[in-house]
């Protein structure tokens, strides 16, 4: 009836944007992602009859209104799922983050994931790791992609069959190194996505964007680094052309994410291998190799703003009973 669960979370490389079911969360079109490590959410849940109601602490403080709703979905999603009797008993759900939230890291992905991945284990549902997806989708799409980790992608679909992630192989997971510049800025992205689709530019990304994944899927099975992140770095210019001109007219972007762009751009035309890459907010990941990470990183920082040196991730997984939270 208790499970701990870790999962890390993800960069996008063919984002998705906007959702034509916000209670299912499924998105318009797949989109492929990475996870990064060893930057991590780990979660306790627990089902105990002695307690009144479920309860959600994420960082220490209890989840209300919406956010509490978001998990409540994924816990329901569980429910409906398991045959095990304990399972409708009131749950106590704990996570923590070892990297910041809100700032455009991919901390929901994370976190959801490991939830999912904690309740269907405390629950005995027996589920793969794609079927997992499916449930942990329902807090967040893109923690459909950090279940399954590695280089994911998540289809597009209208029921859980179809709308679901799997792992991509690619021979870059080794070599592959990703230097995180932090922009601590808040950022809102539910409501970007809700008015997704209101953007004159929707049209344009949705008629693009089966071109840049097949782009994608292609660069990742050769293990082309340069048509991977030339990729995702021009999805995420997309992207934020597409937020940028929606109703709220959101612009995540900071002087000092400008600066680690052009930081990239001068490294590049010096024939380093590097690329930036955002999703929504303000923060920047800027992918290269191995060789050249310990110069990237001390550009970056050079721009004036904190670094942190990751890793491809691996899939959500269960930790022994030892690193519960509680």
Not at 87 to 100: D, G, K, M, W
Request: with cysteine.
């Amino acid at each position: 009836m208790k499970a701990t669960a870790k999962a890390h979370p993800i960069q996008g490389l063919v984002k998705y944007h906007g959702m034509r079911d916000e209670q299912l969360r499924l998105p318009y079109h797949d989109s492929i992602s990475l996870c990064t490590a060893p930057s991590h959410t780990k979660t306790t849940v627990e089902f105990d009859p002695d307690l009144d109601s479920d309860t959600f602490v994420v960082g220490g403080e209890e989840l209300a209104d919406h956010e509490a709703d978001r998990v409540a979905n994924v816990v329901s999603r569980v429910r409906e799922l398991a045959d095990a009797d304990h399972a409708q008993y009131p749950v106590r759900l704990e996570s923590r983050n070892s990297f910041p939230s809100n700032v455009g890291l991919g901390s929901s992905s994370s976190g959801f994931a490991a939830a999912a991945m904690a309740l269907a284990e405390a629950a005995d549902l027996g589920l793969s790791r794609p079927e997992i997806s499916t449930i942990a989708r329902r807090g967040s799409s893109s923690a459909a992609r950090a279940v399954t980790g590695g280089f994911s992608d998540l289809h597009t679909g209208l029921n859980d069959e179809d709308c679901r992630s799997e792992r991509l192989d690619s021979p870059l997971e080794d070599d592959l190194r990703i230097v995180a510049g932090l922009v601590p800025a808040y950022k809102e992205t539910e409501h970007a996505h809700r008015e997704a689709a209101d953007s004159h530019m929707f049209e344009a990304r949705l008629a693009h964007i089966h071109d840049q994944l097949a782009e994608m899927r292609d660069a990742l099975r050769e293990g082309d680094f340069h048509r991977v992140f030339e990729t995702a770095e021009h999805d995420s210019l997309s992207l934020a052309a597409t937020t940028m001109t929606g109703p709220s007219g959101w612009v995540y972007w900071k002087p000092d994410t400008i600066a680690i762009f052009n930081a990239v751009r001068e490294l590049r035309d010096e024939g380093v291998p590097v690329y930036f890459s955002t999703d929504t907010g303000a923060s920047v990941y800027v992918n290269t190799t191995d060789e050249h990470v310990e110069r990237v990183e001390e550009v970056v920082a050079d721009c004036g703003v904190e670094t942190m040196v990751w890793e491809v991730g691996g899939p959500a997984e269960i930790l022994d009973e030892s690193e519960a939270l509680f």
